[in-house]
């Protein structure tokens, strides 16, 4: 399984079938153009990963969804070993002081719905610089890095108690998969939610 986004508190683990509890729901887009931007504030920059690395991901992670454990073991897990790979897809958000306040990826799959599509992957912002509108410009950045690594469309999972988090992704142009009916009573419970973006276009 893998995970897009832990924006506003974090992924959360839960359950993929009917009930009570967060669903895992997926979101494509099809083309890499036109893609919003959006600069960063004043005093904060952003870096590709450097060797060693791993521990900031994991730091920053943590804070970002306590409720769960990474560690560096995490990191190689999804990211392999390869640290020129690594450096040319993985994004560090970082603050005036130069330490990292977030953290996402350019990943890939090449195996998705039978193509190939660059997966926007663990994008996560600590609690204290969360609610600034960090996530606009790191979005920006790790898609705009897609497209530089050959990229034409991309994909993300993410969860539907992840309100503000789908309605990001849905203004940068992803759309909803839906593979079942369970998926489409969810998309409609996330309509209610954000009755003003583009899920209110949508038949579903």
Known sequence: MWD?????????TGPSGPGPGPRRVTMVREHLADLPEHALPEGLSLRPYRPGDEAAWVRVL?????????????FRAEFGRDDEVIARRQLYLCGGDGV??????AWFDDDYNGKSYGRVHWVAIVPTFQGLG?????????????????????????????????GLYLKFGFVPE?????DAAAWRL???SLPDGPLSRMEL
């Open 178 to 182: 839906i593979r079942d009916p369970r």
């Open 62 to 74: 943590n804070l970002a969804h306590p409720r769960r454990t990474f560690t560096t073991e995490t």
């Open 190 to 192: 996330l309509r209610e």
């Open 4 to 12: 897009a986004m832990l924006f506003s508190g974090g992924t959360e």
């Open 100 to 105: 990292e306040i977030g953290t996402a990826t």
């Open 134 to 166: 960090l996530s606009r410009p790191l979005l920006s950045a790790v898609c705009r890095r897609l497209g530089e690594l050959g990229h034409v469309r991309a994909c993300l999972a993410t969860y539907t108690s992840r309100v503000p988090a789908v």
